[in-house]
């Protein structure tokens, strides 16, 4: 029932050790989330994906768009779906795999062999579709997940409208290294930061060694470890501090 902990548990088992001991230290140098307190027993309504408490409210929830492919990381991916639905973001998972003449493949099986069904296929989401005015685009990590986001042309142009209608996009992992910085999403001088590995590093041009950098309207974040603090900044940034606050304290997050 508790789909967050249960899809944690699953990919650190999948997870090689050295991957593992890499993303702990990495959250535990910048005094990030603990993920063994971080998983409160919420169960998350993934079929509606909408603010359960819809009518109460007059304005509409944040739109929020994840898309995902093939070898994109679990982690992240949960993490970021999950935190902002309660929040109480409308919260849509897109996949970028190719269609074929059976149609879209909603079904991506991600970086550690777990499967994710996504809601729709990220061409009913591009630029002049009519249904692409996002408040927020979050890219997950993982490899090569983060290739196929980088390769996909509706992906390019809906963070190239996000970036210029200075609407929030973010990144985590490998993500703003291979995806961002490949289309010259990240300024010259705008601070971000991925997966610490050198490959992925190099590729940006100003590296900050914060967990989660937040400038102007781009959010990167470094990877699995990092995953719920991103997520929480992320939630902040669209419904305020004290929600985000709130929200930490049900998960079991220090802030």
Known sequence: YYFLEIMVITSLLRTPRSLLIAALLSSS???????ASAFAPFIRQSSSRSLASS???????????????????????????????????EVVIASVMPQSSEGAPLVCK?????KFLADVHISECAVGTGNDNWDLIALPGGMPGAEHLRDCP????????????????AAVCASPAVVLASHNLIASDAAST???APPFREKLLTVSEDSVVVTDNMI???????SLKFALV??????GKEKADEIAKQMLVER
């Open 29 to 35: 140098s910048n005094k990030s989330i603990n993920l």
């Open 194 to 196: 991925c997966y610490p």
């Open 220 to 226: 990167t974040s470094q990877g699995p470890g990092t």
């Open 154 to 169: 509706e992906i390019v142009d809906l963070l190239k409208k996000q970036k210029s209608a200075n609407k929030f996009f």
């Open 234 to 239: 992320l939630g902040e940034l669209l419904f």
């Open 55 to 89: 009518s109460k409210l007059s304005m509409s929830p944040p739109r929020v768009l994840v898309p995902i492919a093939t070898g994109s990381e679990e982690i992240e991916t949960t993490c970021i779906t999950d935190t902002l639905t309660r929040f109480g973001a």
């Open 110 to 114: 991600m970086s550690r062999g777990i």
